[in-house]
């Protein structure tokens, strides 16, 4: 199957600051990228669709001023939490689906657990 | 609104066979997804089903009834190994995803 890399798997930052988390669909090509949110115990909440080459579609409640999104090339995009604070501690995780294949399966990465100090 | 409803936790014994039940009301139909997913991991792809009918493959397999707006995911010869959540996600008449809030299946030796 298609392999999608996400990077950091952890990252603790101080509150303030902020995190950059890659994504990357290493042997395919994705126009369409999926960033969600998972607080523990609980579904996976999509925040966002990202698009090659143009702005991503954010799912209602979600800032786009806070978490942006940036899909430069059609292997990486790229979730940027700004002025982290300890509510946006989180595991977020990015996914891709492989055009063509009938039952649109999404490859995930392997997610990010962020920890706001 | 959509709604996708799965029991939250499920107990089953290593070498046994345990039935997740996932019903679902959302505004179209594209297609049913399973997933599982480890703790502090991404899910993995399981099974899709867009028809009424049972798929299978190898130790589990999945069914759905586009009528009663239901499926299951049927796991047997359980190992420890398939200590997880599972999690059941509908693709709307939008093709988007709604996800459900996962099973959290523990298996006992």
């Known amino acids: 199957g298609a392999v999608v890399s996400q990077h950091p798997s952890r990252v603790i930052c101080k509150s303030g600051t902020s995190v950059k988390i890659e994504c990357r669909s290493l042997d395919f090509q994705a126009t369409t990228m999926f960033w969600y949110r998972q607080f523990p115990k609980k579904s996976l909440m999509l925040m966002a669709t990202?698009?090659?080459?143009?702005?991503?579609?954010?799912e209602q409640g979600v800032e786009k001023d806070k978490f942006l999104i940036n899909h430069a090339s059609l292997t990486l995009s790229t979730l940027t939490v700004t002025s982290a604070h300890p509510e946006d501690s989180s595991f977020y995780i990015c996914?891709?689906?492989?055009?063509?294949?009938?039952?649109?399966?999404?490859?995930f990465g392997e997610g990010s657990r962020l920890t706001v100090l | 609104g959509q709604n996708i409803d799965q029991p939250t936790e499920m107990t089953a014994t290593e070498g046994a066979i345990v039935q997740i039940n996932c019903t679902y009301q959302?505004?179209?139909?594209?297609?049913l997804f399973w997933y599982q997913q480890h703790a502090g991991e991404a899910p993995t792809f399981l099974s899709y089903n867009v028809l009424d009918g049972l798929e299978e493959k190898g130790r589990f397999s999945s069914f759905l009834s586009r009528s009663k707006g239901y499926s299951y995911l049927l796991l047997k010869e359980l190992q420890m190994k398939d200590s997880a959540s599972y999690l059941c996600a509908v693709k709307d008449s939008n093709y988007q995803l709604i996800w459900g809030a996962g099973t959290k299946l523990i298996i006992k030796p």
């Open positions: 996914s891709a689906g492989l055009a063509g294949v009938e039952t649109g399966e999404l490859f």
């Open positions: 959302t505004s179209g139909f594209n297609g």
């Open positions: 990202s698009n090659e080459g143009s702005k991503a579609t954010y």
